[in-house]
């Protein structure tokens, strides 16, 4: 069985940071495109940032330069440091596995907000 389980969301302040993880079971890991998805109340789910098998990196134009995706296939976990927080980055953020069009997976989604 799959399980994608994230964790590290919480409350902040802006500008302060958050480290979010993913750990992943039931998948080949290293095989695997792992992505963070981020959805704010009345928006649509935004792709946030992606690391391939090989370990290239993207990122929406809106964190690039303040989050970080990583991954340690060891462990099988992906990560999204997250600094320089803003209230624009408030959402439930989402873990995604994906290597074929059958062999997409999410995870349960993690809250993230950035208050005063």
């Known amino acids: 069985q799959v399980q994608l389980v994230e964790s590290g969301g919480g409350l902040v302040q802006p500008g302060e940071s958050l480290r979010l993880s993913c750990a992943a079971s039931?998948?080949?890991?290293?095989?695997?495109?792992m992505s963070w998805y981020r959805q704010a109340p009345g928006k649509q789910r935004e792709l946030v940032a992606i690391i391939g098998r090989g370990g290239n990196m993207n990122y929406v134009d809106s964190v690039k330069g303040r989050f970080t995706i990583s991954r340690d296939n060891a462990k099988n976990t992906v990560y999204l440091q997250m600094n320089s927080l803003k209230p624009d980055d408030t959402a439930v953020y989402y873990c995604?596995?994906?290597?074929?069009?059958?062999?997409?997976?999410w995870g349960q989604g993690t809250q993230v907000t950035v208050s005063a």
């Open positions: 039931g998948i080949t890991f290293n095989l695997y495109d």
């Open positions: 995604n596995a994906h290597f074929l069009i059958a062999s997409d997976y």
